[in-house]
């Protein structure tokens, strides 16, 4: 509302501001007698989205992928092109030039030669430690607490040992009968051994071809991703079905759901696919 506000009274000072890309899309709606409701209703944004976008006030909207999403759709509803729109907006959000200079400022770096100095001498010492300890067992024998304790106790097996014990046979079998190998084949169906369940789990595989939005929940309305993929990425998403999804730019991603391709195109409105998979 402050943009309006600005643009009015520079209108009646007799200045023209730099018309935005939002400005012109507010300019095109008042002339085919829109109103912001009724823009917000066809693209299933909400009332203040569109409200930001006209007022080119964009940090009150998500990514710069995801507000080109949205010119683009606005363009499409109102009939008018898109490209000098998209033009308008790149102009003002052209990243500054970012430059370093190393020469003006002492970096420190790491001197990876002392460090590999202490690393080598903890290392040496550790193994002339073990090289004594061997000679000394060696020459001397193990001290006598504990060749004592050795002989007293032969049965005791030490701590963390794990010992091998005979299986005990079981009353009423034959002691002879040679036992199960332990990598046997699965019993056949309609034994009463019971198997783990199937895993009720799927998986989805979207490429895009340019940025695109992407957001899915799952069964328990759990949001498994929500995010803008880069053009020429792969992302893929598994959980419980069904799944909710929403995909911006959807005609530039393909999907793969299982083994099956999924057609987006179907459920395409204004660039953005909503639909849901079972």
Do not use: C
Request: aromatic share 6%; hydrophobic share 45%; proline share 9%.
């Amino acid at each position: 509302m402050n943009a309006r506000v600005n643009e009015a009274v520079e209108s009646a000072s007799g200045e023209m501001p730099a018309s935005g890309p939002g400005a012109m899309l507010a300019r095109e709606r008042s002339g085919k007698g829109l109103s912001v409701a009724d823009i917000a209703a066809q693209l299933r944004y909400s009332a203040k989205q569109i409200e930001a976008l006209e007022d080119d006030d964009y940090s009150r909207l998500p990514a710069t992928t995801f507000v080109r999403g949205m010119i683009r759709g606005y363009a499409k509803v109102l009939g008018t092109q898109a490209a000098p729109i998209l033009q308008a907006f790149d102009e003002r959000h052209v990243p500054a030039p970012i430059t370093v200079d190393l020469r003006s400022k002492r970096v420190p770096f790491p001197d990876g030669r002392a460090r590999s100095t202490r690393v080598y001498v903890w290392l040496s010492a550790v193994v002339a430690l073990l090289a004594a300890a061997v000679l000394y067992e060696w020459h001397f024998g193990l001290p006598e607490p504990f060749a004592e304790a050795v002989r007293s106790s032969p049965s005791e097996p030490l701590k963390g040992q794990v010992l091998e014990t005979a299986a005990q046979p079981v009353p009423g079998e034959d002691p002879d009968a040679a036992p199960l190998a332990p990598d046997s084949a699965p019993l056949p169906a309609g034994n009463t051994a019971t198997s783990a369940p199937a895993s009720t789990g799927a998986s989805m595989r979207f490429e895009f071809q340019q940025d695109a939005w992407v957001e899915v929940r799952d069964r328990g309305g759990r949001i498994l991703i929500a995010q803008i993929n880069p053009a020429g990425s792969r992302t893929v998403v598994e959980g419980t079905p069904p799944f909710a999804l929403v995909v911006g730019n959807a005609a530039n991603v393909r999907l793969m759901y299982g083994a099956k391709t999924v057609d987006l195109r179907p459920h395409i409105k204004v660039d953005v696919a909503r639909f849901t998979l079972d």
